[in-house]
């Protein structure tokens, strides 16, 4: 069955920087757009970014642009989100996400994302 792993969340100070990871199996994603959500308590699970994964196209939210990488490395089945400059309203459970071929990068809602992952807690303090 399809399944997508995250790892690398933890607890970071401000300012400080983590690498989340999320392992893609049961198919080949090599014509999805790959994305990365988050949740914070009492707010709506949110875009963060998204990638092509032929060809590598990347999208961003305005809150994240320009500390945020997303990656991908398709000999490993695996997205990564490297996270720099972290700030206390990063903090939120991350989720990967999968959305089948057909649909821009840049649709940000979590509609037409097919598989999730089962998110992975990022905290960081001031």
């Known amino acids: 069955q399809v399944q997508l792993v995250e790892s690398g969340g933890g607890l970071v100070q401000a300012g400080g920087s983590l690498g989340l990871s999320c392992v893609a199996s049961?198919?080949?994603?090599?014509?999805?757009?790959m994305g990365w959500f988050r949740q914070a308590p009492g707010k709506e699970r949110e875009f963060v970014a998204a990638i092509r994964w032929r060809g590598g196209s990347t999208y961003y939210a305005d809150s994240v642009k320009g500390r945020f990488t997303i990656s991908r490395d398709s000999a490993k089945n695996t997205v990564y989100l490297q996270m720099n400059s972290l700030k206390p309203e990063d903090t939120a459970v991350y989720y990967c996400?999968?959305?089948?071929?057909?649909?821009?990068?840049?649709?940000?809602?979590?509609?037409?994302?097919?598989?999730w992952g089962q998110g992975t807690q990022v905290t960081v303090s001031s």
């Open positions: 996400a999968a959305k089948p071929p057909g649909y821009s990068i840049a649709a940000v809602t979590t509609t037409r994302y097919d598989y």
């Open positions: 049961g198919r080949t994603f090599s014509s999805y757009v």
